[in-house]
Structures are given as structure tokens and as C-alpha cells.
């Protein structure tokens, strides 16, 4: 099974909202990732989790706040976001990070659209 | 900074052809390379993860190579199909094996 599972599959908030996207995996692997997509451009990398740690912030804003509570579940905070963050969030997973054949497995996507 | 280009941003071909997708890369340190196939709103599907020990890997009607030194990867499909349609990436994975950095994508219409 490499499936990556996320949740919910569109949101629609406020600037003023609080919100959170949610992405699981069970395929046992130790790095995850955030990444934002706007319409007919490339993935761009957010954040990259090995070993639940964050190691990589992409210099994201800081209304956008990462969390992985445990191996499996990666989460995206959102607060007081902007129109322009409006897009497709993919989280991935890959067995490992480090100089591996490790492959990237994204999950379906979240479609936010801030108001 | 790793630059991913890939040429050319369309094509549409009639159904039958065999085709191919290029990607250029600006960093040799490029560690893997892996193709992707995305089809319209929704996530990545992996097709090949080609390592840097690796000059081609293959999947079904599907064969990409990786030339480091030239810094270039392409994507072989054989008898394209309508299925076939989507937008292909391509994206390098650097040394330390937590990035990928993508190109802009092929977007592909196989016509019937």
C-alpha cells in the first residue's frame, strides 16, 4: 500500500479563520512533507519532517504552522491566511531522507480557497 | 540553486505515437531523479525514481533515462493512449535526499 491520505479534500476559510489540514500515512515512513501548488505551477516545497523533527522550513510564512504529532499524521496549521495563499496543499511521504533511492509519495491534495 | 526545465510546456499528439518528455537540470549534485504524472486538480502519481548509479529504469510502456554529466532526463512513452493524458514533472532529488526540486511540467493530450 503506498497511499497517502488527506483531509479535507477542499476547504473554503476566512482571513480570520483558524484551520488545520490533516495528511496520514501507514507505510512505515519516517519522512514527510508540505508542499503548495498553484494553478498550472510546479509543487513547491513548504516543510520536511524526518523523524517527527522539522528540518526543513522553506522560509514559509509563520501563518502557516507544521506539526506531526506522531510518525504517521502530519498537520497544517492556518491562521489569519491571505487570498494569495489560495492553492492545492500535497503532503508526501518517502521511507527516509539522506542519500537513498527514496521515492516520493503524495497524497491527493488539499484545495484551499481563502475569502 | 538547482534549475529544473522541461521542454517542451505542451504537446498533442495523435493516439499510437511514441513520444518523449526532456528535462534539464542545472546541478550536477542532482542525487535521483523522479517522474511524476498529475492529472487535472489532483495529487502526484510516481512513475520512475531513476538513481544516480542509474542511467534508465522502466515501467511498463514507460522508460526514462538520467544522463547526469549532460544534465538531462527524459521520458520515453510508447504507443501514447487518450489514459496517457496528463501534465508530466519531472524533479531532481538533491544529495542529502530531502528535496525535490520540479520542473514546470509537460502538459500532454493524446487524441483519439
Known amino acids: 500500500d503506498t497511499e497517502v491520505t488527506q483531509t479535507p479534500k477542499h476547504l473554503v476559510m476566512g482571513m480570520t479563520n483558524k484551520k488545520s489540514l490533516k495528511c496520514e500515512q501507514h507505510m512505515g515512513h519516517r519522512a514527510m512533507y508540505w508542499y503548495k501548488q498553484k494553478a498550472k505551477k510546479p509543487p513547491e516545497l513548504m516543510f520536511v519532517?524526518?523523524?517527527?523533527?522539522?528540518?526543513i522550513n522553506e522560509s514559509v510564512p509563520s501563518r502557516f504552522s507544521p506539526e506531526c504529532p506522531n510518525s504517521s499524521l502530519l498537520n497544517l496549521h492556518l491562521h489569519a491566511l491571505q487570498p494569495e495563499d489560495s492553492a492545492l496543499y500535497l503532503c508526501?511521504?518517502?521511507?527516509?531522507?539522506?542519500?537513498?533511492?527514496?521515492?516520493?509519495?503524495f497524497g491527493p491534495g488539499t484545495r484551499l480557497t481563502v475569502t | 540553486k538547482q534549475e529544473v526545465t522541461q521542454i517542451p510546456a505542451a504537446l498533442s499528439v495523435p493516439e499510437g505515437e511514441n513520444l518523449v518528455l526532456n528535462c534539464s537540470f542545472t546541478?550536477?549534485?542532482?542525487?535521483?531523479l523522479q517522474w511524476f504524472r498529475q492529472d487535472p486538480g489532483k495529487g502526484l502519481t510516481s512513475l520512475l525514481l531513476?538513481?544516480?548509479?542509474?542511467r534508465e529504469q522502466t515501467s511498463g510502456r514507460l522508460n526514462a533515462s538520467l544522463d547526469k554529466s549532460s544534465g538531462r532526463s527524459t521520458l520515453y512513452i510508447a504507443a501514447s493512449q487518450p489514459g496517457d493524458s496528463a501534465t508530466y514533472l519531472c524533479a531532481g532529488i538533491n544529495n542529502a535526499g530531502n528535496m525535490l526540486t520540479f520542473g514546470g511540467g509537460t502538459r500532454l493530450m493524446v487524441k483519439p
Open positions: 546541478d550536477s549534485a542532482i542525487y535521483n
Open positions: 508526501a511521504s518517502s521511507q527516509d531522507v539522506g542519500s537513498g533511492a527514496y521515492e516520493q509519495y
Open positions: 519532517y524526518s523523524y517527527e523533527k522539522l528540518s
Open positions: 531513476i538513481q544516480s548509479s542509474q
